[in-house]
């Protein structure tokens, strides 16, 4: 009989209970061990806006500015309010499918988008006639060549099934900076895993960790002294909890209008 051994258990235990900490040249993550899931698939509708071009998705409520520039491409939509969660849902993923119409291409089990935009209410249309975005309708308004990998788009609305799943990133977080020598303003892209985040926390290199607070859309800021540093930052998941840590992600030169990539993500 195989003998117990009890150092063995302990350590694996242990193992699976401690946080993953991942070192790298210039990062250090910090993270639970836990990754996101696809959510169960729910029922609601879709539209889309824009031309085939895709030009009117640039920019948007969460501050993406250029779609394709920054990674998002034409595979994204705008949320109604329910789902955009006062911005915090802004870089989720969706996988999305037509179901119950004769306008859905068949064959086509689902495309994925990011949300990057807010699909407004139009209190002046009725919910079920042109107010597709009004609270509390849960909506998507695509971009139209994602709308058009799942229906025809003269249908203009159709059922869809959709559910959250994992964003599929390339590479790490991305920041890009605005403000002035007081206040520094910070667009987080290229987010992995559940895509949104809850709470960031900027870190000089002569200062300890500062709250950032939520702006708008993906946008955190910080009213602080922080030129001349190099910066840092510490990201939780919105929908994970799981928080990361980014080393030195800008040198002590960084400047605004200017973008810093890292090489840690979520997943």
């Given at each position: ?70 990674g998002y ?39 994925t988008v ?9 209190w002046a ?143």
């Amino acid at each position: 009989m195989t003998s117990f051994d009890p150092w063995s258990f302990n350590f694996f235990s242990m193992t699976l209970a401690t946080l993953a900490i991942i070192v790298s040249k210039s990062s250090v993550t910090v993270a639970l061990p836990i990754e996101f899931r696809p959510s169960p698939w729910s029922l609601a509708h879709a539209t889309f806006y824009g031309d085939e071009t895709a030009s009117e998705t640039l920019g948007g409520a969460c501050g993406y500015g250029n779609l394709f520039s920054n990674g998002y491409g034409t595979d994204t939509a705008a949320l109604s309010t329910t789902l955009f969660n006062n911005g915090f849902a802004c870089g989720t993923c969706y996988q999305i499918k037509c179901v119950e119409s004769t306008w859905c291409y068949p064959g086509v089990p689902f495309t994925t988008v990011t949300a990057t935009n807010l699909c407004p209410p139009n209190w002046a249309q009725d919910s079920n006639n042109g107010g597709w975005c009004n609270p509390p309708r849960v909506h998507f308004d695509m971009s139209k060549p994602a709308f058009m990998k799942i229906a025809q788009w003269k249908a203009g609305i159709v059922p869809v099934m959709y559910r959250r799943v994992p964003c599929v990133r390339p590479g790490g977080l991305r920041f890009y900076f605005q403000g002035n020598g007081y206040w520094l303003l910070v667009y987080v892209m290229n987010v992995g895993g559940g895509g949104d985040i809850a709470q960031m926390w900027v870190k000089g290199s002569k200062t300890g960790w500062i709250s950032m607070s939520h702006n708008w859309g993906a946008t955190y800021q910080a009213f602080a002294t922080l030129g001349g540093q190099s910066l840092s930052f510490k990201i939780t998941s919105y929908t994970s909890k799981e928080t990361i840590i980014a080393w030195d992600v800008a040198p002590a030169n960084w400047n605004v209008g200017s973008t810093y990539a890292t090489d840690v993500n979520f997943h």
